[in-house]
């Protein structure tokens, strides 16, 4: 009979974990920038964005939270990535199947967009001597406001929108040669 206070005993305290547990999982706030996942197709090749999604919250975003002429991490939180399973052309340069992260330098009328073989870092750990690919893009007006941070695959290539912004990229999947 003294196996009935032991059992009591452990429910009570079995119940009390899960009790807290629970409540403390329903206090839990959004991510400020949850995470992400853009994926399409360009021609044949797979192409998966991974980023985090900041949120505009009444700032200005470019020249301001984002200023001008700096490396940007492209996103929030960790490194935002691209992974493609075969070779694209980037603004007519080549980018090898892989992964990479994506920084950009943002001006008022051009965008630089980087392609750095460095992943898994931190979104602030810029090593500019892993540079795979450097390209320009032109950023347009978005034809609507955008309160998150979000990248689009696109048949023509890759778009990342945020607040009244567009940059967009264009891509193609590399022609594989013909045997003849």
């Known amino acids: 009979m003294k196996k009935k ?5 452990f429910f009570m305290l079995l119940s009390g974990i899960l009790f807290a547990a629970t409540a403390v999982a329903q206090g839990a706030k959004p991510k ?20 985090s999604s900041p949120a505009v ?6 020249g301001g939270l984002v ?9 929030a939180n960790e490194a935002t990535t691209l992974e493609t399973d075969q070779d694209l052309t980037v603004e007519g340069k080549l980018l090898p199947a892989g992964k990479y992260s994506i ?12 392609f750095n ?20 893009a032109k950023p347009v007006k978005s034809k609507s406001f955008n309160e998150r941070l979000a990248y689009e ?6 778009v990342l929108r945020w607040e009244n912004l567009e940059v967009p990229v264009r891509m193609s999947a590399k022609k594989a040669k013909s045997k003849a």
Do not use: C
């Not at 920084?103 to 980087?114: H, K, L, S």
């Open 153 to 158: 695959v696109t048949p023509k290539g890759l």
């Open 117 to 136: 073989k460095q992943t898994g870092q931190w979104g602030t750990r810029y090593d500019e001597s892993e540079d795979f690919l450097r390209v320009t």
């Open 57 to 62: 919250k009444e700032r200005q975003i470019w």
């Open 103 to 114: 920084f950009a330098i943002p001006g008022e009328d051009q965008w630089t967009v980087i």
């Open 5 to 9: 206070p032991f059992l009591f005993s």
């Open 67 to 75: 200023p001008y002429g700096k490396v940007w991490r492209a996103g």
């Open 32 to 51: 400020a920038s949850p995470p992400a996942t853009s994926t399409g197709k360009i021609g044949n090749a797979t192409i998966t964005v991974n980023y």
